[in-house]
């Protein structure tokens, strides 16, 4: 009895308190309004000027810790594509603001984030962020909301196998593809001059280690044997023991399927050091990293390593040349990969929104986008009904101090193709 | 067999460098009773200050240990004055924790200034190699060694024959009679406190050539150092040598004939085993402190 | 009004608690923000990882850097039933509704503490620490290789929520806080046990623990399975909720200290402070991460901030508010009352005459043969010091036995050997006609051993009565359940304080007590246990003659009762006044007994001992 009395002496007490909660509320989404602001939306000149309520896309990514690189590549690709866009008239006449919060590289981080994104921000659209690591737990916020979901970088097969429908992958293919063309050549060499052993090492990572699966049972099928194939965790700084491990196998290709920029150089470091060079080696995403790759291990010793790329500058592809002119305005420098796939994905979510003419119904921007291709500066993308892409990423070599795509054919920007790689030159 | 031999020699040459970064958490918990948990961040710290020296000035980042070294001898006295003096004989929870906390704050510090990125200090020497017959030893490791085995010599030297040493000695072994016998511990503690840090300048010196690092990388250090001195017996210098070389050749024997993938565990396997089957680890007193029966 | 107050001031905790509570239950309902709505729900999350890490470091002392283990394993037994068991493969989706599994998750963490705590709980400090640590990690990397079951780095994905869309979190929301509801009051149920008792005695002491019979493996065992079974189903929640669950974030250190963060911020050891401390600090958390670059400006609040934001936390909690917010308020409320009552702390003994229990044992016991005690041949070791060099000695029932020697000549040992603290190096020790030598302290407590410190050792946290009833003779799992100050045993125990002269101390801090006043209470406790044997070890030490009279008096009345004594004095009046036989120690050897005629008179112990120390010692008394 006497605990109801004090219960009911309560209530005005909590009533109070809750009311404050939901004060704070209001006054916080009016925060909202004003600080989107702080983004620049200025550029004039173009097409029409955009008028009406903007439309607001909503977008998490690393821009701190471990993928902070590739993560502010993302955010310039990002901010290159809104300013074109509303320089040409907006999006369905209406300017387009961007929200970009700071994933911190945290999964964890990465949820709230897109949470917050929908929920208190209320955005009208999502963009993905970078990595596949990032992308999984950040797809589900997504597909749980029924919001489209184009993601820039994030090419693991684990992205793909839940059967989600918002969630599409805005580069060529899949990590399990990612070095098809590597593949196809090395096995289309004439006997004698084709390899006949392999070593495989992975990142621990949701791309790296399905990357290197990838080309093992591709060159497996075509009579290659395996002769050292380990997984490593990504955080691995020290790889003397894998170098001598695998240089004791004598391999005549290197496939590794590295996380980042990092372990990838010091895989090179640790086989310079050890004094193997094998005839052909691949290297999933490292060597695309351009200078800073070169600098890590000596221009003489980047001549003739293998690695595959969706993006190249001199690419002849839709809107490249429109996008190159506005990134090197803005940032006085050449895009890096990372920034034209995020371009590229933006791309996507506008060809979506223009076709349908709305951005209401989310079902039918997903929809569009499962029955028809988007030309985008990667070149022209479809997706099957997992979202996974279908077509075939580029394979690049480097030559001469440069990066040169050397397949397919049509893309190619060398005519030479450097077989077998020269020794290493730093002993 | 060649691999066999390569593989012992990565690993020794690994764990002469191991053991100079252990031997400053052994020193600091010896005389102190405080497992500083920031010692694996102090350690980066010192390779981002070599890292600087080397980027900026093109100092040798070997030669950078004569920088770092009287470097982090002040960072440490300043921690220990600000903070590590008030929690000394409270709860050994409190000093994890605390310094635990430190860590994190080294860790952002470093992060604000030289960013969360992947550094690595790369004379030209980096990846280069002697060789020997079929062994190859990298110069990096080699001159990383040696310096270490000299720090260590030197480090050995002070803890023998002056009256520092001594003193340090005689606190770690008795406090309230070092009292009586006129030492101050407080003083002392200090100075092993900084000296214990000061280690972390010449090992993080060497570190930075030797793999590349970002902030985040404290975790991986503190547990190999940790596993070190719990394999070696808290408290005790030459169990620290002695755990280092042992916990390298264990790592490069992981990785080459287990798999990599397996390597990380080795040091928190080490600390479990040793801690339950044999506290007191290979040469040091014994530091669980066990429940009576 | 002023009744209102009053009650008020006198209810503010309990009320701020029920506000507290029913403002998160009705919050959904009057917001649908929910953005709000995740801050609570992850402010719950913390809450149940705080209250429970509180259970085993909080109230056993036992600090453990690595809670966030059983969240890991909770999540991930959750996770790989949904989806690896009793889930579709082929294409992840539709795995089997996560929720079923959630009870499972909670067994299993469970398992994992029962496996896992009897190893690691045999040692303390340091090591503690850093085993709960490696714990984590060695946790993480199995889960990180186990790469068949486990997807290893690439972690596992849960399907999605089946609930209509419009109800978004909320389901996650009320499960967390039920099982947050359940988990404190499993803890206030704790609190209120002999359980919980026992587990506060061992955080103060845990050897004086072991010594008045709590049986502490078992003790700290169950508290650190209680610790970690709602974490385990809070992990499975957790990881649903999440809908993607990887070994790096499931087993993570920094959550780790987050969550020591938050008890040590809200009150350790408190019921409501580990649940504080997260809704202050995982709100702080999401707010600095989410709404700081709106209001300072982009790029103010990025990773490194926050690092260095919660580290210095950390270390300011631990220099400056090391006992947590609760029981800083409670100690400056506490103190403006007792300053009223604080004169009693002068009161004066009143000693009453202790009743004699019923004891029906006591017969049976006596019909046992033999000395009630015998020491054959111990020897102990330290380092170089042979402390106790193959001491033989017999107690017969029913005497005072004195036990005297020079300083260091290895009296305190010898109690320790007998009662357990130290186990022998060598040698045979026998009670009650059975060998006792192996056996744990507490076992020993309860065949009937009392002892006593030379420096008191009570629960300075506790009162003096939770000291006097702590004491437990026997030892059974139901037993735990019951409550901590219960009817008969509060009556005994009063009793007892009554028959020492300090039954007006009864609800004072036995920290706030003179050392004498200590004493007193040491042997009411251990009276407690119902001895056959009362080990002293000097009870004349320190305190003053009135009360030496007092002790000397006690001492024959309990022997009176038939309980026998073995006494460890340096008072020599005293010993040859109460205690026959005198047994003589002197370099870990026994070189006299008898009685104290026969031992005064002996060559062998006035050179050992009774010569100039003696003369020396009875001056320093005369003196004082």
């Known amino acids: 009895m006497r605990r109801i009395v004090w219960l009911l002496a309560l209530l005005p007490v909590l009533l109070a308190l809750v009311f404050a909660a939901g004060c704070g509320g209001d006054d916080d989404d009016e925060g909202d309004a004003a600080d989107t602001e702080a983004t620049d939306t200025s550029g004039g000149g173009g097409g029409g000027e ?19 690189e590739p993560g502010e590549a993302a955010r310039r690709g990002y901010e290159v594509w809104m300013e074109m866009v509303n320089e040409a008239g907006g999006l369905l006449g209406r300017p387009v603001e961007m929200i970009i919060k700071d994933d911190q590289s945290d999964q964890n981080l990465v949820v709230t984030d897109y949470n917050a994104l929908i929920e208190q921000d209320g955005v009208d659209l999502l963009l993905g962020t970078f990595s596949s690591l ?37 580069q060529q293919a899949t990590a399990p593809h990612q070095a098809d063309l590597f593949s196809e050549w090395v096995l289309s060499l004439p006997e004698g001059e084709r390899p006949t052993t392999a070593a495989y090492v992975a990142a621990d990572d949701p791309f790296g280690a399905p990357v290197a699966a990838g080309i093992q049972e591709q060159l497996e099928a075509g009579g290659v044997e395996t002769v050292y194939s380990e997984i490593y965790p990504p955080e691995t700084v020290n790889f003397d023991a894998i170098a001598s491990a695998m240089a004791a196998e004598q391999p005549d290709v290197i496939a590794q399927g590295s996380a980042g920029l990092q372990d990838g150089v010091n895989l090179i470091t640790a086989l310079v050091a050890a004094g193997y060079s094998p005839q052909q080696m691949f290297q999933a995403s490292t060597p695309s990293f351009a200078d800073q790759y070169s600098d890590a291990i000596g221009v003489e010793n980047t001549e003739g390593i293998f690695y595959a790329v969706s993006y190249h500058v001199e690419s002849p592809t839709p809107g490249n040349a429109e996008f190159l002119e506005a990134y090197r305005a803005k940032f006085d420098e050449d895009p890096a990969e990372d920034a034209a796939d995020a371009f590229a994905a933006a791309e996507v979510l506008q060809a979506a929104v223009e076709a349908v003419g709305s951005i209401d119904d989310q079902a039918a921007l997903k929809d569009w986008l499962h029955a028809n291709s988007v030309d985008t500066i990667l070149g022209t993308l479809s997706w099957d009904e997992t979202g996974a892409p279908e077509q075939a990423f580029l394979l690049a070599q480097w030559q001469n101090g440069d990066e040169e795509i050397v397949l397919p054919e049509d893309a190619a920007t060398s005519d030479t193709i450097v077989n077998p790689k020269p020794p290493w030159s730093g002993r | 067999m060649t691999q066999l031999i390569q593989t012992l020699v990565l690993g020794l040459l690994l764990g002469g460098v191991y053991a100079l970064l252990a031997s400053g958490l052994t020193l600091i918990f010896g ?16 390779a981002f200050i070599t890292w600087a020296l080397w980027n900026e000035t093109g100092l040798d980042p070997l030669l950078g240990v004569f920088v770092t070294t009287p470097a982090m001898f002040l960072v440490g006295l300043g921690i220990y004055l600000t903070t590590v003096r008030w929690i000394q004989g409270k709860p050994p929870s409190t000093s994890v ?7 994190l704050v080294i860790e952002g510090v470093m992060g604000m200034v030289w960013t969360a990125t992947l550094h690595r200090a790369t004379p030209e020497y980096f990846n280069q190699s002697f060789t020997i017959g079929d062994i190859y030893l990298r110069k990096a490791q080699v001159y990383g060694c040696a310096i270490a085995i000299g720090v260590l010599a030197i480090l050995y030297v002070i803890l023998r024959v002056t009256w520092l040493g001594r003193a340090i000695r005689a606190v770690s072994a008795n406090m309230s009679s070092a009292r009586l016998v006129g030492v101050d511990p407080t003083t002392v503690a200090a100075l092993t406190f900084a000296i214990g840090v000061a280690t972390t300048g010449a090992g993080g010196s060497i570190a930075a050539v030797l793999y590349p690092f970002l902030p ?3 975790y991986a250090w503190i547990s190999r150092i940790l596993g070190i001195i719990v394999l070696g017996g808290m408290g005790s210098l030459p169990g620290a040598v002695v755990g280092a070389l042992l916990l390298g050749v264990a790592e490069t024997m992981t990785a080459t004939y287990i798999s990599p993938q397996w390597a990380t565990m080795v040091p928190w396997a080490v600390i479990m085993l040793v801690l339950l089957l044999r506290p007191q680890g290979l040469m040091g007193h014994k530091l669980r402190e066990d429940v009576a029966l | 009004m002023t009744a209102a107050a009053g009650f008020l001031g006198r209810n503010a905790g309990r009320i701020a608690v029920a506000a507290l509570l029913v403002t998160i239950l009705i919050f959904p309902v009057i917001s649908d923000n929910r953005y709000y709505q995740t801050i609570i729900i992850l402010s719950l999350l913390l809450a149940i990882m705080a209250s429970g890490w509180n259970i085993i470091s909080g109230f056993a002392g036992y600090v453990s850097l690595g809670q966030t283990v059983f969240l890991g394993i909770g999540a991930y037994t959750t996770a790989i039933l949904s989806l690896r068991v009793f889930g579709p493969d082929e294409f992840g989706q539709g795995g089997a509704n996560p929720f079923y599994f959630i009870p499972i998750s909670a067994i299993v963490a469970g398992l994992f503490a029962a496996l896992v705590g009897p190893i690691i709980m045999r040692t303390r400090g340091h090591s503690f620490v850093i085993l709960t640590i490696a714990f984590l ?64 005695a061992i955080r103060e002491d845990e050897d004086k623990a072991a010594s008045v019979g709590v049986n502490t493996p078992i003790y700290k065992v169950l508290a650190y399975i209680a610790s970690a079974v709602w974490i385990g189903a809070a992990g499975g929640v957790y990881a649903y909720y999440l809908s993607f669950i990887d070994p790096r974030n499931m087993f993570d250190i920094v959550y780790s200290v987050f969550v020591v963060l938050a008890v040590l911020l809200g009150g350790r050891g408190t019921i409501w402070g580990p649940v504080l401390g997260a809704f202050i600090l995982e709100p702080l958390n999401q707010v600095t991460n989410n709404d700081f670059d709106k209001w300072f400006g982009e790029g103010i609040w990025d990773a490194n901030v926050r690092l260095i934001f919660f580290g210095a936390m950390l270390m300011l909690v631990v220099l400056l508010l090391p006992r947590g917010i609760i029981p800083s308020v409670r100690e400056i409320v506490t103190r403006r009352r007792e300053s009223k009552t604080a004169a009693e702390v002068g009161a004066r003994f009143e000693r009453k005459p202790l009743t004699v229990v019923e004891r029906g044992a006591l017969e049976a016991k006596a019909a046992a043969p033999g000395p009630l005690l015998e020491v054959r041949g111990v020897e102990k070791r330290f380092g170089g010091v042979q402390a106790v060099d193959g001491v033989t000695l017999a107690v017969e029932r029913g005497s005072i036995t004195a036990l005297i020697g020079p300083n260091g000549s290895g009296k305190t040992t010898l109690f320790n050997l007998i009662d357990g603290t130290m186990p022998p190096d060598k040698g045979e020790i026998w009670f009650e006609g059975g060998r006792v030598d192996k056996l744990p302290p507490y076992r020993r407590a309860h065949l009937g051993i009392g002892r006593t410190f030379q420096i008191t050792r009570l629960f300075k946290q506790m009162t003096v009565l939770e000291n006097v009833v702590a004491p437990l003779s026997s030892f059974s799992y139901r037993h735990l359940a019951a409550d901590a100050v219960s009817g008969n045993e509060a009556e005994r125990a009063h009793e007892l304080l009554e028959f020492v002269g300090m039954h007006k101390f009864a609800g004072h801090r036995a920290g706030a007590l003179s050392y004498g006043q200590g004493k007193l209470v040491e042997l009411a406790q251990i009276l407690m246990l119902d001895p056959t044997l009362i080990m002293l070890d000097e009870p004349a030490g320190g305190i003053n003659p009135t009360l030496i009279a007092h002790m000397e008096e006690m001492i024959r009345e309990l022997n009176r009762q038939g309980t026998t004594f073995l006494i460890v004095e340096h008072n020599m009046p005293l010993v040859l006044g109460l205690c026959n036989p005198v047994c003589v120690l002197a370099r870990g050897q026994t070189i006299c007994t008898g009685a104290p005629d026969h031992v005064q008179a002996d060559p062998a112990v006035l050179d050992a001992y009774l010569g100039e120390d003696f003369v020396l010692e009875r001056k320093a008394e005369v003196s004082s």
Request: net charge negative; hydrophobic share 50%.
């Open chain 2, 31 to 46: 005389v102190m009773d405080v497992i500083n948990v920031a010692q694996g961040a102090l350690i980066i710290l010192a």
């Open chain 2, 97 to 103: 924790i605390l310094t635990f906390g430190l860590a």
């Open chain 1, 134 to 170: 990032l992308n999984i737990p950040a797809s589900a916020v997504a597909e749980r909301a029924q919001m489209v979901y184009v993601e820039p970088a994030g090419g693991s097969p684990d992205m793909f196998n839940r059967g989600f429908e918002y969630l599409f992958f805005a």
């Open chain 1, 50 to 68: 955009p008028s009406g309520e903007p439309i607001v896309i909503g977008a998490s990514l690393p821009l701190t810790g471990d993928f902070a």
């Open chain 2, 216 to 218: 985040g990388s404290h």
């Open chain 3, 137 to 200: 990690f060695v946790m993480q990397l199995i889960v990180l290789n186990w790469g068949e079951l486990t997807y290893g780095n690439r972690g596992l994905s849960l399907p999605l929520p089946d609930w209509p869309r419009e109800w978004g979190n909320l389901p996650f929301y009320y499960i967390f806080f039920g099982i947050l509801l359940i988990s404190v009051a499993m803890s206030t149920w704790i609190r209120r046990t002999k359980f919980g008792m026992g587990l506060i």
